[in-house]
């Protein structure tokens, strides 16, 4: 049985203090790919009691994704939007979720997007990543960007950092290794570099920012 709304909302707030709850609760995130980052940052924030997520993706849970991404056996063929929904309403039945199963362009986003207090990143195309930062930080001049750059490999985990580019940017990963360049994403690093994404939100709206 879970927990009634005023029993989760007094642990959170036990937990970080009225005023980091609030401020967290209040908030909207928008997660752009569900894949190994996004699956990860997303279930961070909601267990953190973040308000609303809104999770855009257009892909089906794969088998091959299991290894590294936050989705179970019997969800392969599932719309990922869907899939993450119902894993996150089962950790967190209190957060609203806005699922939007669709592919972003130069042409929707700032609509799909403009909702969002903070939009994290978590493509696996460059092309998609460049198109998503300069679509943000070109038309949505009020929301922060939190977006990731290397993450593959079995080199040490000490790489893995988040750097401020500028005002409304930040960049998490070791900003050097390539998919192609190694045996590839493994389920750790990829969680590192995605731990990095979803604290960088939280310090955002807890109004702690890199210098």
């Given at each position: 049985m879970n927990p009634s709304k005023s029993e989760w909302m007094e642990a959170l707030t036990a937990r970080h203090g009225i005023t980091l709850h609030k401020r967290f609760t209040s908030a909207t995130v928008a997660v752009c790919g569900l894949g190994g980052l996004g699956s990860n940052i997303a279930i961070a924030l909601a267990r953190a009691g973040v308000g609303k997520l809104l999770l855009i993706d257009f892909d089906r849970v794969d088998i091959t994704n299991l290894h590294r991404q936050q989705y179970k056996a019997k969800q392969i063929g599932c719309?990922?939007?869907?899939?993450?929904?119902?894993?996150?309403?089962?950790?967190?039945?209190?957060?609203?979720?806005?699922?939007?199963?669709?592919?972003?362009?130069?042409?929707?986003?700032?609509d799909l997007l403009k909702e969002a207090d903070?939009?994290?990143?978590?493509?696996?195309?460059a092309q998609a990543k460049a198109m998503l930062v300069n679509g943000v930080l070109e038309q949505l001049p009020n929301c922060y960007l939190v977006a990731a750059s290397g993450?593959?490999?079995?080199?040490?985990?000490?790489?893995?950092?988040?750097r401020k580019v500028m005002k409304r940017f930040y960049l998490c990963g070791d900003e050097v290794s390539e998919v192609a360049d190694s045996i590839g994403l493994v389920a750790p690093r990829v969680m590192l570099c995605a731990a990095h994404q979803a604290h960088t939100v939280l310090r955002i709206l807890a109004g702690e920012y890199e210098v």
């Open positions: 719309y990922k939007t869907e899939a993450l929904t119902e894993n996150l309403l089962e950790i967190a039945p209190y957060i609203e979720v806005k699922a939007v199963t669709a592919k972003i362009t130069e042409a929707n986003l700032a903070v939009v994290c990143e978590a493509f696996d195309n993450m593959a490999g079995m080199d040490t985990p000490n790489t893995i950092k988040t």
